[in-house]
DNA sequence: ATCAATTGTTGTCGTCAACAACAATCTTTC
DNA sequence: GAAAGATTGTTGTTGACGACAACAATTGAT
């Protein structure tokens, strides 16, 4: 055993590793250990990016926690939504709208006609394109998606307060 | 030719395809071919989620351009800017902090010590775990990002106008 | 009729979150 | 002090997602 005392963990300190026994951390107090609250951000709290990063996170797992029953995830909504309210769209258009590539909205329309939701109808105009429909079953399940999506619009109201998810909305208003 | 019109396209309108000739959109005007501008967007609008992806999207696009001439990513920034200021911590302490996993944080910090802007030193005081450091080569580089970074931070001014950055970071304080 | 542009589709690549396993090591408990 | 459980870093897989490059079919312009 005393031949090899750190043989696995495999690439752990591959290269660097300058193997100071009693590195001076530099940081008087040995933070190591702690429990994840009392660390510093530095030049991140002031960061735009990094604070919507993280609320974009929390809000997705919340919609989807949300719609979990209905199995539908953020962008999947968003299509039926716009589909819904413009029928007859083709797929480019959609995608334009939603800034979403028309390589990724196939595979979302794919499983959206699986489960019955959306039709692709042939244009009578353009036999390249689409006209992008929702199915009977599809207006209805959208009516239910609608529901349950106003509830997690709550679930932001209770996080970040009535009047600032106001103020959100009307300051990324210009990306929508 | 004749005897096949429609070959390929493969599995273009497989399953529903209900092929109403002249199918009646329901909508009016035919939207189908349109810039892409007035399509309404119903209930999208009012929903913070579909905001916020859309301006992440931007950000972190502006971001990723920016500070393309040192080759630094969003997730990349923020790992070096918590081990600055917090040297000595655990991956698992970075990773708590930051909200992200542990196993990503590994690439993360695989990368960045190939670049020699971090090291792996192993903690004195428990052999699982290791003290994150800047290299020198790390702290002079960091300087150079923070500059870049600022520099981002200002285009995020130029965009949504220098007051609503400040209430878009106060409204999000609590994510960070 | 010919050539460029558009539309839907397929494919690959890289990022990222989520989860599950594992070896090494610490910590708790008897 | 030894066994059981928790933690840390690591590897791997899965799936959603954005970006890009090709391609066939079709449309539009020359």
Redesign the interface.
Known sequence: MASQQKTSRKA??T?????????R???GG?????A?DD??????????????????????QD?IKTLATVDIR?TQY?VM??I???????QM?VA??L?IERARLVHLLDSL??R?FV????????RR???L?L?ARGKTALARF?RL?AE??RH?AE???KD??E???Q??????
């Open positions: 752990a300190a290269a660097a590793a300058i193997r100071r026994p009693q590195a951390t530099a940081n040995a933070h190591a250990g702690e994840g660390i510093g951000l530095d030049a991140l709290v002031g960061h735009v990016g990094y604070a919507v990063r993280r609320f974009q996170l929390w809000i997705f919609f953020p968003s939504t716009v819904g309210a413009n029928p007859g769209l083709s258009a334009k709208r800034g006609e699986e019955d039709s692709r109808i042939p244009s009578a105009t353009d394109s689409h006209a429909h199915t609608k999506a997690h619009e932001v996080k970040i307060g600032n998810r103020r959100l909305l300051i990324l208003a210009c990306f929508t």
